[in-house]
């Protein structure tokens, strides 16, 4: 994943995370899998379930839910590259059967062994080697264990008929940059670098090539208001990749503007985005 930026604790996810929609796809992908995995284990079976780029602890507090709905015992694993993001989420679980380190998915070798679930919520378009990535949960797994990850960074992401909305928003950054910072310039070597979006039979082939058999392949549509596409608008990562090179704070601003005016110039509520939901199962 890319470098963590000074000032991108001024540019977090947190507030987008925040958003109702947000929470309701990702406990529906936690809802799938863990409704697998209660299914898989014995009764009574402690589950152990590691989560990546676990962040403050959104989806992990999902996790520990619906493990506890289900009368599962079990302990969560949070891997998190932010010291700062792992001190916010481990005070907001604290007397809750879950751990939280510091670490990516290069370190889970040393981290985790057979493990019954792997999670990976909103970041796996982020790596620029999935198949390395998805190698290596797969050899954190144990016998039969599951891997679930989402985004809605992938080839169908944009749901027919929002395009209009991305071209929008696109030339009104651009046109906000021109006129308030003529010298920012986006970055075509950075751009080429930045995550590349994968069709949902890619991310398929690339579970299968690492040993991981999908067993669900969903996307799920989502509907995006102006303040949810305002605050992710500000989030350091997505500033990257939707302005390359731009400084974070330029990026920022001119997201946030872009975004208030396709939403006016559109007369629009919301705009319909996709998630993919995949759930795989090591074989």
């Known amino acids: ?67 506890e709905r289900l009368g599962r015992p079990g302990r969560v694993t949070g891997v998190e ?6 001190a916010i989420a481990r005070q907001r679980l604290a007397g809750q059967p879950v751990e939280f380190v510091q670490g990516d998915v290069d370190d889970l070798a040393r981290l985790i062994h057979d493990a019954d679930a792997a999670f990976f919520c909103n970041a796996i378009h982020l790596l ?22 989402n985004s809605s960074f992938y080839n169908g992401a944009y749901v027919p008929g929002s395009e209009k909305f991305y071209h929008l928003c696109t030339r009104r950054a651009l ?25 949902p039979e890619q991310y398929a ?11 669900e392949s969903e996307q799920e549509v989502a509907k995006m208001s ?17 302005l390359p090179g731009v400084p974070i704070p330029y990026g920022a601003d001119a997201l946030e503007y872009a975004a208030t005016a396709a939403f006016a110039e559109l007369g629009i509520e919301y705009v319909p985005r996709a998630w993919l939901q995949l759930v795989a199962q090591k074989v």
């Open 205 to 215: 082939e690339i579970c299968e090539h690492a040993g991981l058999h999908v067993v």
């Open 1 to 67: 994943m890319a470098a963590t930026p000074t000032i991108a604790s001024e540019y977090t996810f947190d507030p987008f995370a925040r958003h109702q929609f947000y929470r309701d796809v990702n406990q529906s992908l936690v809802r799938r899998a863990i409704t697998r995995l209660d299914a898989i284990l014995p009764a009574g079976q402690a589950a152990h379930v590691v989560e990546l780029a676990s962040g403050t602890g959104a989806v992990t507090e999902l996790i520990v839910e619906e493990l």
């Open 128 to 149: 620029p080697n999935k198949q390395e990535a998805i190698d290596k949960i797969a050899d954190a797994l144990a016998p039969h264990g599951l891997f679930a990850c």
């Open 175 to 199: 046109g906000w940059l021109r006129e308030h910072h003529p010298d920012a310039r986006t970055s075509r070597q950075q751009k080429a670098q930045a995550m590349q979006w994968l069709t």
């Open 226 to 242: 102006l303040r949810s596409w305002q605050d992710i608008g500000r989030y350091w990562l997505f500033i990257e990749g939707a």
């Open 81 to 86: 590259p932010s010291d700062e993001a792992v």
